[in-house]
């Protein structure tokens, strides 16, 4: 076997270890050693790699590329690796898009599971954790992108069949992309909100090893079973709906407590404000919803979500009037100066904004309009353990259907490139 063939010194542990190699073809398998000492599996092309000389790889990350070649494997050794290895798209430190690479697919530890990645969602989010400028974090070591993960479980960590029976090979899941830690002792976990966990600063793929991969190790505690088959709940949709249908379902449930027969305005009806108003139409009993959107194709999608107005921010205030509502709630899915002026001139006194969109870094309070409000400004992030099995069950239940659209993993480049040039409208899941 591989495993056998590799010095216990330069073995490659896990897939986070390794450093960003990229297979240039298939045709020749050597085990190096990077410069910077890191051991690393790579493949390539070149005939002229000798054991002990300095290679430089035809493309990745530049300062990636030099390694030193500790030892040559035959030919035979190729189809075991095969059987090994997986496609991962990978963050790297002050790269701008994802990094692809081959890697040995992750042995579970005791506490965790080996995920079959049937799908992983694309979020905005991922833009900016790309954003060399930083606008979201930044991290020192490479990992697996992809925050929104559904697979079926290939694999247990030896303690997963005594403390989580309900999880077997082949049960069909979604990952709880926060990963709190769940210990008595924390604050957070402790009173329900492991959202909040001070714990962890990483998340499955935020920080570490995610879901743009075949595969992924996920701890058991992470795991929520889909109440259905990848056939009537399917893989792209429970993948966003650990994300985007969570984070909204968290805002209006948990936060807001928004009630039957309130009245909500959504602004920005897209992927998140399109989940948000099948949630507070057909979870959380809301008596009127407004959509407020300048795109004439959303507020089309809004209404056919379960919106009963749909309009562009110019008429918002009008619309008010004219139907003499009261506006409980205003959720922010834009998060800009404009879209918050939005919300401000619609919510009734004694109401409230939350704000879930992070598109601008900052909004100015206007204090005055605010105080004469008694005004409530919210916001809130991603969501619960327990809330995303409420979100499974109504997905599967059709309460709620994310609109989200497939495409293969190894189009990830591509999908990330017309996100950044705002050619993606709605969400997109990438099936390995
Ligand atoms: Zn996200
Ligand atoms: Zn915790």
Known sequence: MFAQ?????????????????RCVNQSRTLLT???????ALVRNSR?????????????????????????????????????????????????????RETLPIPTPKPDEVVIKILAGGVCHSDLGILDPSGSIGEWHNPFTLGHEGAGIITSLGSNVSKTYPNL?????????????????????CSQGKDNLCTTTDEWYGIG??????????????????????????????VAVATDAVLTPYHALKTCDKLTAGQTIVVVGAGGLGHNAIQIAKNVLGAGTVVAVDPRETSLVGAKEAGADYGVSPDDLSSLIKEKKLTVDLVVDFVGTQTSFDTALGAVKPAGTI?????????????????????????????????????????????KITPQVETKPLEQCLEVLKEFHEGKVKGRIALVP
């Open 5 to 21: 063939r590799l010095a216990p010194a330069i073995r490659p542990r896990t897939a986070s270890q390794l450093p960003a190699l």
């Open 33 to 39: 050693k990077s410069i910077s000492s890191t051991p």
């Open 47 to 99: 005939n002229d790699l000798k054991q002990g000389s300095i290679s430089t790889l035809s493309s990745g990350p530049s300062r990636y590329r030099q390694f030193h070649v500790t030892s040559l494997l035959n030919e035979g050794a190729t189809d075991s690796i095969n059987q090994k290895t997986m496609v991962a798209f990978r963050y790297y430190p002050g790269e701008t898009t994802a990094v």
């Open 168 to 188: 077997k090979e082949g049960t069909y899941v979604g990952v709880l992309g926060p990963d709190p830690c769940f210990e008595p002792s924390c604050n957070m």
């Open 208 to 237: 570490r090893d995610g879901a743009w991969a075949e595969y992924c190790a996920v701890r058991a505690i992470c795991c929520i079973p889909v109440p259905g088959t990848p056939e009537t709940v399917p893989p792209e949709v």
């Open 354 to 398: 939350h704000i879930v969109g992070l598109m601008a870094p900052f909004v100015k309070l206007p204090l005055m309009q605010a105080v004469l409000k008694d005004l409530t400004v919210k916001t809130s992030f991603w969501g619960c353990k327990t809330e995303l099995a409420e979100v499974l069950d109504a997905v599967a239940k059709g």
